[in-house]
């Protein structure tokens, strides 16, 4: 199994640009999730799917959209790209295991946006 | 919005020394989870406990979940530079199972 994958691992864009980060997992999961990772702040949800078909705003949705048309894929897309997106972008999946639900995160993708 | 105070941010001590990490809250969770993260890639799962006073042990790690379910330790005995890296604690909530990060904790072992 690959696990999580996501692309790119790296992107610059400029501000007002917009662009989709890709996510994939083969593990079957049900349970998918998108988040950013800035300095000093640990890990904040954007968005998560609890299904195929089924999204729903985390803590700091605003200026991204998802879509979880399959159990396999959910992609991140920013509708137009601002400085402040500069960020870590971590994908996970997660299944439940002794009454938690444990996410398998993804490498990541280092996005600047200028 | 829940939030999990991770403490200290950064601790750096030699090999073969022990310390502690803390994680805080006034919210209950339903699960504490505890991952490490090295440079350039995604975090990864350590453990996750579930019940309140619940203590797990991973070699030199050890890791217990308070008795109300708001806060977790991890101790670590006699750290090795391998031991390096970012932790984060994750707190479980709410009705789908959303998890909320701790700001970290970065930890430097020196050989």
């Known amino acids: 199994n690959a696990g999580v994958t996501q692309t790119p691992k790296f992107q610059v864009l400029k501000t007002g640009q917009s662009m989709t980060l890709q996510c994939a997992q083969d593990?079957?999961?049900?349970?998918m999730s998108w988040y950013r990772q800035d300095p000093g702040m640990g890990l904040r949800l954007i968005h998560y799917?609890?299904?195929?078909?089924?999204?729903d705003q985390g803590e700091v949705p605003n200026g991204y959209n998802v879509s979880r048309s399959t159990t396999e894929d959910f992609p991140l897309r920013l509708l137009s790209a601002a400085p402040s997106q500069t960020s870590v972008y971590f994908c996970a999946s997660s299944y439940s295991r002794q009454g938690a639900y444990e996410q398998y995160f993804g490498p990541g993708t280092r996005l600047t946006v200028t | 919005t829940q939030l999990l105070e991770q403490s200290p941010q950064f601790l750096s001590i030699q090999e073969g020394e022990n310390l502690t990490v803390y994680c805080n809250s006034s919210?209950?969770?339903?699960?504490l989870q505890w991952y490490r993260q090295e440079p350039g890639e995604g975090p990864v799962l350590l453990v996750t406990?579930?019940?309140?006073?619940e203590v797990k042990k991973l070699k030199r790690l050890t890791f217990q979940f308070g008795d109300a379910r708001k806060d977790s330790s991890l101790h670590i005995t006699a750290a090795q530079p391998g031991d390096t890296g970012l932790y984060l604690c994750?707190?479980?909530?709410?009705?789908?199972?959303?998890?909320?990060f701790g700001s970290g904790t970065q930890l430097t072992v020196l050989p």
């Open positions: 919210s209950v969770f339903s699960s």
């Open positions: 799917s609890v299904g195929a078909g089924i999204t």
């Open positions: 994750a707190g479980e909530t709410g009705s789908a199972r959303q998890l909320t």
């Open positions: 593990m079957n999961h049900e349970y």
């Open positions: 406990v579930v019940t309140g006073g």
